[in-house]
């Protein structure tokens, strides 16, 4: 059974830095594309950053680029999302999710999220003024 749970969420001030940690089990690493999707009050679930473990490949959103950094401890089975330069846009309800049909992050970011087989159970980042 592939199971995914974050951990790290909380509260930053502006400008602040936060870590998202995924703790992943139940499928073969090196087959995935992993990724962190974010719901925003009153937004649909939107992906922020993926990583390809099949081609090394990254996405960032435009919104995210340059101040987020997305990357993967396999020996631990940890995937992880460094958050710098925060700011109260950023504040959402993250999710981390895995699917093995993709080969690239591009490609798993295009997807719409409800065809994406594997989901955390999300963590609050709540980002003051």
């Known amino acids: 059974e592939v199971q995914l749970v974050e951990s790290g969420g909380g509260l930053a001030q502006t400008g602040g830095s936060l870590r998202l940690s995924c703790l992943v089990s139940?499928?073969?690493?090196?087959?995935?594309?992993v990724g962190w999707f974010r719901q925003a009050k009153y937004r649909g679930r939107e992906a922020i950053s993926c990583?390809?473990?099949?081609?090394?490949?990254?996405y960032y959103d435009r919104s995210v680029k340059d101040r987020f950094t997305i990357s993967a401890d396999i020996a631990k089975n940890m995937i992880y999302l460094q958050m710098d330069n925060l700011k109260p846009e950023d504040t959402a309800l993250y999710f981390c999710?895995?699917?093995?049909?993709?080969?690239?992050?591009?490609?798993?970011?295009?997807?719409?999220?409800?065809?994406?087989?594997?989901w955390g159970q999300g963590v609050q980042v709540t980002v003051s003024a």
């Open positions: 999710a895995a699917d093995g049909v993709y080969l690239t992050a591009k490609a798993m970011a295009a997807t719409p999220v409800g065809t994406i087989d594997h």
């Open positions: 139940g499928f073969p690493s090196d087959q995935y594309v």
């Open positions: 990583l390809s473990l099949r081609d090394g490949s990254t």
